[in-house]
Each structure stands twice: as structure tokens, then as C-alpha cells.
């Protein structure tokens, strides 16, 4: 069974930094890319950053590029978003998922809870 749980988010002053992690189950972590997501209130979901499987090609929206760094350890089973210079409009419940670099989707897995990000002084 795959399962991803959401970790490290919190309430962090304009300007300030959050890492999150996403730990993954299950035996398939190695082989796939993963993508980072937010949903603010009142809005939709949307895709943030990706990383392929090695970790060495990433990708990222416009309006975190520069910013946010997403990493991985494979042999922890965890991929990480560093989130820096975080802005108000950064706030959101942020989530990962498997999906393609592009940030299209898989049906490995399902959203979890997510971790909530708040950037607010």
C-alpha cells in the first residue's frame, strides 16, 4: 500500500523559510518523480515543484522559482521542499504526490492530510 504523510509545516514570518518533508511507504519511492502542491483557502489546488526519481532535474511554477528548492533522498524515502524568502500568498496546505515532472498526476496515490503552511507576521 502507498502512502505519503506530509510533514514540517508551520507559522513563519514574511520573509522567513519552512522545509517540509513527505515520507513515503511502500517499495516503489525510488523509481518515480514527485510533485509538491498547495491549496490556499477558497482556492484550488495547483501544482508547485516536481523532481524526477534521481533528483537531479527539477521543475517549478513561476511564482516559487528561485525560492523553493525540492530534493529527495532515496534512501530515506523522502522528498523535501525548502521553502524560502516565504510570502503571504505562500500560504496554503501543501501536499505530494507521485506524479511526472510536468506535474500531471499518477494513480499510485491519493492526497493526503497535507501540512499547512501559514506566512503571516
Known amino acids: 500500500q502507498v502512502q505519503l504523510v506530509e510533514s514540517g509545516g508551520g507559522l513563519v514570518q514574511p520573509g522567513g523559510s519552512l522545509r517540509l518533508s513527505c515520507a513515503a511507504s511502500?517499495?516503489?519511492?525510488?523509481?518515480?518523480?514527485m510533485g509538491w502542491y498547495r491549496q490556499a483557502p477558497g482556492k484550488q489546488r495547483e501544482f508547485v515543484a516536481a523532481?524526477?526519481?534521481?533528483?537531479?532535474?527539477?521543475y517549478y511554477v513561476d511564482s516559487v522559482k528561485g525560492r523553493f528548492i525540492a530534493s529527495r533522498d532515496n534512501a530515506k524515502t523522502t522528498v523535501y521542499l525548502q521553502m524560502n524568502s516565504l510570502r503571504p500568498e505562500d500560504t496554503a496546505v501543501y501536499y505530494c504526490?507521485?506524479?511526472?515532472?510536468?506535474?500531471?498526476?499518477?494513480?499510485?496515490?491519493?492526497w493526503g492530510q497535507g501540512t499547512q503552511v501559514t506566512v503571516s507576521s
Open positions: 504526490r507521485y506524479a511526472t515532472l510536468s506535474g500531471i498526476l499518477t494513480d499510485l496515490d491519493s
Open positions: 511502500g517499495s516503489i519511492f525510488s523509481g518515480y518523480a
Open positions: 523532481i524526477d526519481w534521481s533528483g537531479g532535474s527539477t
